[in-house]
T-cell receptor
Framework: EAGVTQFPSHSVIEKGQTVTLRCDPI?????LYWYRRVMGKEIKFLLH????????ESGMPNNRFLAERTGGTYSTLKVQPAELEDSGVYFC????????????FGPGTRLLVL | AQSVTQLGSHVSVSEGALVLLRCNYS??????LFWYVQYPNQGLQLLLK??????LVKGINGFEAEFKKSETSFHLTKPSAHMSDAAEYFC???????????FGPGTRLSVLP
């Protein structure tokens, strides 16, 4: 069974540009999560999809971030326009069910905004 | 609000020595508790989880953790460190009926020869 995959693995962009991150969850996992770790700080929750619906987006920092999950399969996270403070590692995770169900994490996308 | 603290951002042990990584949480209800490990250039991998069954939980690679409600702790231990254990370790909690993880800041473990 393939794990959670994320693309790209690294991205370096200039302030003001747009970047789109992609996450492919494990097949059959309805729940998809985005997390972010800013340098030197803890991993923080961004949002949670159940299939194609946003279950919880309370962690999204501002309206420069847009997440989609069309068709309930892969998800994209777009940052437009990117700011310096958006630099960090963006993790995606997926799980089959709820509550104690294990979340499986992808390798992350390392974003650097210059 | 929930929070997770991990005492020590960096821990160094000698190969063969006991590994002890500390995790304390604050939660108004008993949470689910997890330990994840991140090896260099890899994603987070689940080590073990506590889900209100046995308080002593055994995980992969010889790690185990004990849930102590009275101390609101979930410390991670391994009797004998191996060089391959060098990584960053994250403690995370999740509310009983919630969905999202709250992570601790992480502890980077170094294993010295």
């Amino acid at each position: 069974e393939a794990g959670v995959t994320q693309f790209p693995s690294h991205s370096v962009i200039e302030k003001g540009q747009t970047v789109t991150l992609r996450c492919d969850p494990i097949s059959g996992h309805d729940n998809l999560y985005w997390y972010r770790r800013v340098m030197g700080k803890e991993i923080k929750f961004l949002l949670h999809f159940v299939k194609e619906s946003k279950q919880d987006e309370s962690g999204m920092p501002n309206n420069r971030f847009l997440a989609e999950r069309t068709g309930g399969t892969y998800s994209t996270l777009k940052v437009q326009p990117a700011e310096l403070e958006d630099s960090g590692v963006y993790f995606c995770a997926s799980s089959r069910g709820q509550n104690q169900e294990t979340q499986y994490f992808g390798p992350g996308t390392r974003l650097l905004v210059l | 609000a929930q929070s997770v603290t991990q005492l020590g951002s960096h821990v160094s042990v000698s190969e063969g020595a006991l590994v002890l990584l500390r995790c304390n949480y604050s939660s108004s209800v008993p949470p689910y508790l997890f330990w994840y490990v991140q090896y260099p250039n890899q994603g987070l991998q689940l080590l073990l989880k506590y889900t209100s069954a046995a308080t002593l939980v055994k995980g992969i690679n010889g790690f185990e953790a004990e849930f102590k409600k009275s101390e609101t702790s979930f410390h991670l231990t391994k009797p004998s460190a191996h060089m391959s254990d060098a990584a960053e370790y994250f403690c995370a909690v999740r509310l009983l009926y919630g969905q999202n993880f709250v992570f601790g800041p992480g502890t980077r473990l170094s294993v010295l020869p």
